[in-house]
């Protein structure tokens, strides 16, 4: 699939390569909800059939989704997903910590771009990503002032930083513990021990301390992994987040 367009940050002095699929016909002519997914380079292609087999099965509304990138896979010296990603810094990613200046290239350059090319709704903004880009997405979930209101995190890698992530979140909700928004949180059964067991930690602390006006779904995937999980839990995600009539059992 090729890019609509590139954007420049300021904030990370990098440029980003933006995917694009938005309603066509007569969804066009009303304001869209966004939904961002990290690692646009190498996994909107599963987004998007994700997608149009939730349109195809099951009820949920027109979206307009959007696929972040830097034009380069994973490997390439171009993809900078392990400073962008990442919250904080630790030694095993030298540039690592950059996820705050990400987040404000979010918000404060991408979202205004987006918006200016296309009618985008402002009560609903999402953000998606599974591993390391389900890591940055529920960071920007609990940042403030709040942005987005519909996360949907695959196989987050709340291993990083010895779980830094718990803490943020943990900090956040000292700080207020009311969030409007919606979560969907998911694994595969046949992921590693870290990746399910940590995510549990994660649903535990927000069963213990949650936060009033946000609603959680979790959701485990027999016989899937790290890698072969990604269709069902995009689907399933935005079915719960945005269907009506709920999952059919993808």
Not at 49 to 73: C, E, H, K, N, T
Not at 136 to 162: K, V
Not at 182 to 210: F, I
């Amino acid at each position: 699939m090729k890019p609509a367009f590139t954007v420049h940050s300021p904030e990370t002095a990098t440029d980003y390569t933006v995917y694009i699929d938005a309603p066509a016909g007569s969804a066009a002519a009303e304001p869209s909800t966004a939904m961002l997914f990290m690692d646009g380079d190498d996994q909107f292609p599963a987004a998007l059939g994700a997608y149009r087999a939730a349109r195809r099965f099951d009820d949920i509304p027109p979206l307009m989704l959007v696929g972040l990138g830097y034009g380069a896979s994973y490997s390439r010296p171009a993809n900078k997903r392990g400073r962008d990603y990442t919250p904080t810094f630790h030694s095993d990613e030298p540039a690592s910590g950059g996820a705050e200046l990400f987040c404000h290239f979010l918000t404060d350059t991408l979202w205004p771009e987006l918006a200016r090319r296309y009618s985008l709704r402002n009560d609903q903004r999402g953000v998606a990503g599974h591993s390391l880009g389900s890591l940055l997405a529920l960071y920007a979930l609990w940042r403030e002032p709040s942005f987005f209101t519909h996360c949907l995190a695959s196989a987050p890698s709340i291993w990083w930083d010895d779980r830094s992530l718990l803490k943020v979140i943990a900090d956040r909700h000292a700080k207020n513990p009311r969030l409007s928004a919606q979560l969907y949180l998911s694994v595969g059964e046949n992921d590693s021990a870290s990746m399910t067991g940590d995510l549990t930690l994660l649903e535990q602390q927000l069963r213990t301390a949650p936060f009033e006006g946000l609603k959680v779904t979790s959701r485990r995937f027999p016989r899937r992994n790290h890698f072969n999980v990604l269709p069902d839990a995009f689907q399933n995600g935005l079915v719960s987040l945005f269907g009506k009539s709920g999952s059919r059992g993808h």
